[in-house]
């Protein structure tokens, strides 16, 4: 398998609850097997999987060890610091991730990514404290190609949700924290079950279209909050545009934690598109959220651009506005730099403006180096 960088009366209500999550994800199958068939009718092109494992963000990162009997292995460990406004600083050991590739044939291939959190903080004016040094099974899945564009993906991976959803590891993200509407508080990190890939390209189109279910997270060495139901889907359509490339993906999904009675639902707009050197990534994201009253779901975008400076330096603004589950809305923007020096190190340093603090949009300083192999 080649690995490539680039990177919806009792009865009625009854029957309407347990009805829904199927038909969003039908409708994502039925998009990619409509797009395969339209592939079909001319001379597809050999796809190309992008990989979340091992996609970094240019110039190239560690990109891993490669080891005799098809073994790939990598890992990552990345401290960060925050300055908050009108709050102590702190610093911790974010996370240290291992990862661990096997593809004992072309078209098998099987990962899992061990993760070590809250292990160590240092707040300011306190001495240095020591977590509970959780250890967890972040991912483990198995990859099976079924034809060089069809592939299907079992066990527990991160919700192929957006842009941002897929990317949790701090070296592969261009700041140091997400942006709010996409935070693991807002939307499911994990699916656990059964995903189907469909990637193609044809007559300079680009088709990313999946299905996936039927759980969150249910295989992590820890009490989670994810526990429940989940389906969902995506379809990403991508083209060139004169000198810039564009593509434009669709989500839906639907979700219901094991100690509630009705779904929550999650659609997103996102898009992708690189221009002049620049990388603009942007997000829309609606939740309807179960017993709100109308008016009250939650809802947010964001806007970003990345745009080099030197081969090795890039600076990131970034536009967000989240509407949370209470309260009003607040609107940030981020300005920051990424640098990498030498290949297996990436230094970030971003401030945060927002006219309301959140636990995830909180003005202020932040920074981070991560040691990646």
């Not at 889907?233 to 009675?261: C, I, M, Q, T, W």
């Not at 990388?279 to 009253?293: D, K, V």
């Not at 967000?320 to 589950?325: A, G, I, K, S, V």
């Amino acid at each position: 398998m080649a690995i490539d960088d680039r990177s919806s009366a009792a009865r009625a209500a009854r029957t309407r609850r347990t009805t829904r999550p199927r038909a969003a994800l039908a409708l994502l199958i039925v998009l990619a097997f409509a797009g395969a068939a339209g592939a079909g009718a001319g001379e597809a092109e050999e796809s190309a999987r992008s990989e979340d494992d091992i996609r970094v963000p240019p110039p190239s990162a560690g990109r891993g060890l490669s080891l005799p009997g098809g073994v790939w292995l990598a890992g990552d460990v990345t401290v960060s610091a925050e300055v908050p406004e009108g709050d102590p600083a702190k610093a911790e050991l974010d996370d240290l991730s291992l990862l661990l590739r096997y593809e004992p044939v072309p078209r098998l291939a099987f990962f899992t990514e061990i993760r070590l959190e809250d292990s160590l903080e240092l707040v300011e004016g306190e001495e240095l404290i020591e977590g509970p040094a959780n250890v967890f099974v972040d991912r483990l899945y198995a990859d099976w190609s079924l034809t060089p564009q069809l592939t299907v993906r079992a066990g527990k991976f991160f919700m192929p949700f957006g842009l941002w959803n897929v990317i949790h590891r701090a070296p592969l993200r261009w700041t140091v924290d997400e942006p709010a509407v996409v935070n693991e508080d807002v939307l499911p990190k994990h699916a656990t079950g059964l995903s189907l890939t469909y990637q193609t390209t044809w007559h300079g189109w680009s088709l990313d279209a999946t299905g996936y279910g039927p759980a969150q997270d249910e295989l992590a060495l820890r009490a989670t909050k994810e526990s429940g139901l989940l389906f969902g889907g995506r379809a990403a359509l991508g083209h060139s545009v004169g000198d810039a490339f564009v593509a434009v993906g669709l989500n839906a999904a639907e979700y219901r934690p094991d100690n509630a009675k009705r779904w929550t639902e999650s659609y997103g707009l996102d898009v992708d598109a690189t221009f002049r050197s620049h990388h603009l990534t942007a997000e829309l994201i609606y939740t309807r959220l179960p017993g709100r009253p109308r008016g009250r779901d939650q809802h947010g975008l964001y806007l970003q651009d990345v745009v080099p400076i030197t081969d090795t330096l890039y600076g990131v603004v970034r536009f967000e506005y989240f509407q949370p589950p209470r309260g009003r809305t607040a609107t940030g923007q981020l300005i920051g730099l990424f640098w990498q020096p030498i290949d297996h190190v990436i230094l970030k340093a971003n401030y945060q403006f927002a006219d309301r603090k959140l636990e995830n949009l909180v003005p202020g300083f932040l920074a981070s180096v991560s040691f990646i192999f």
